[in-house]
């Protein structure tokens, strides 16, 4: 199976090198990107080139990604010291994901894993689901960073899952988007499916799954908004793809029509999407139990550059 696409590159990419250019602006794994160049299936402008290229602003880049279905799926064991344990008991941890850590393995995805790294630290996780999902109840996309649950035992796997399912666990995300919502609060009710004629995107669709955001604005600077979301439900890239539909794309979310000028000069490279409180029921005790997280050093240097600007 292969998927077509075609790029212009905008502004903002100027300069940038195919690999990193590809991999901001379509979501690829820069692993992808390699493979395609290898075998020629990366043109600019009609011509066939090496990943490490140069763009410039204006250049068409036309890329063939081929999905190997029948390759394995590994997992990473390899450590990575700033996967913070905010929290650990007999039957959960609560992680705080940085940036470039996938959940789990996936076909497409070389780098590493949540599943991956908390193995290699010797940690035991609820053997529920797939080895290669073990203790993952729920997920966050690879560019975005904030807490996480994973269950060490079955109890909690089988806990978790059903607070996830029947909406009871509460998600709170902070999100720099462009631009002003108006009104300045409020519910995003649309529903999302997979986008109609990209296989990696999600859209807005009339016949898609019931997805349900709610919104308030904390901070406004020039062109943009710091803004809090409490998500009913959970589709991938349901954020992302709300706020691209209200003509808000997040800051940096090149994917979903952000404009990558802005986001250069705020020295993004991903989207600014934090998981910043998670609030669910312990198995162990029935209580509640909620934790935070504080931005990391990109996320900050943003916002210092619009609280700050030069």
Not at 18 to 33: E, K, Q, Y
Not at 133 to 138: D, L, P, S, T, Y
Not at 142 to 151: P, S
Not at 245 to 272: C, E, I, N, S
């Amino acid at each position: 199976m292969s998927t077509n696409r075609t790029l212009e590159v905008p502004e903002g990419l100027d300069g940038e090198r195919v690999d990193a250019a590809l991999a901001r602006a379509l979501g690829f794994s820069r692993t992808m990107i390699a493979a395609a160049a290898e075998r020629g299936g990366i043109l600019v402008n009609g011509k066939q080139v090496d990943k490490s290229a140069r763009l410039s602003a204006g250049d068409v880049v036309d890329i063939e990604i081929i999905h190997d279905t029948n390759r394995q799926i590994s997992l990473d064991y390899s450590d990575l010291p700033e996967l913070r344990v905010v929290h650990s008991d007999d039957d959960l941890l609560v992680i705080d994901k940085p940036l470039g850590v996938a959940a789990h393995p996936s076909i497409g995805w070389s780098g590493p894993t949540v599943v991956g790294v908390l193995t290699a630290r010797g940690i035991s996780l609820s053997q529920l689901a797939p080895s290669e999902r073990a203790g993952i109840v729920h997920r966050l996309d690879v560019g975005t960073t904030g807490l996480m649950v994973v269950a060490k035992s079955d109890r909690a796997y089988n806990s978790l899952k059903e607070q996830f399912r029947s909406r009871t666990v509460q998600k709170i995300y902070h999100a720099l988007v462009q631009g002003h919502p108006d009104p300045t609060r409020g519910t995003i009710d649309a529903p999302i499916d997979r986008h109609p004629r990209d296989e990696f995107k999600f859209a807005v669709v009339a016949d898609g799954k019931p997805s349900i955001t709610h919104y308030q604005t904390l901070e406004s600077f020039a062109g943009a908004s710091l803004v809090e979301i409490e998500l009913e439900t959970g589709r991938t890239h349901q954020i992302r793809v709300h706020f691209a539909a209200l003509r808000h794309p997040l800051v940096g979310d090149l994917m979903y029509g952000a404009d990558p000028t802005f986001a250069k000069a705020l020295g993004l490279t991903r989207q600014w999407l934090h998981a910043a409180r998670l609030t669910f029921t312990h198995p162990a005790d029935g209580l509640e139990h909620s934790f935070n997280s504080g931005y990391p050093a990109d996320l900050e240097h943003a916002l210092a550059s619009l609280r700050n600007p030069s």
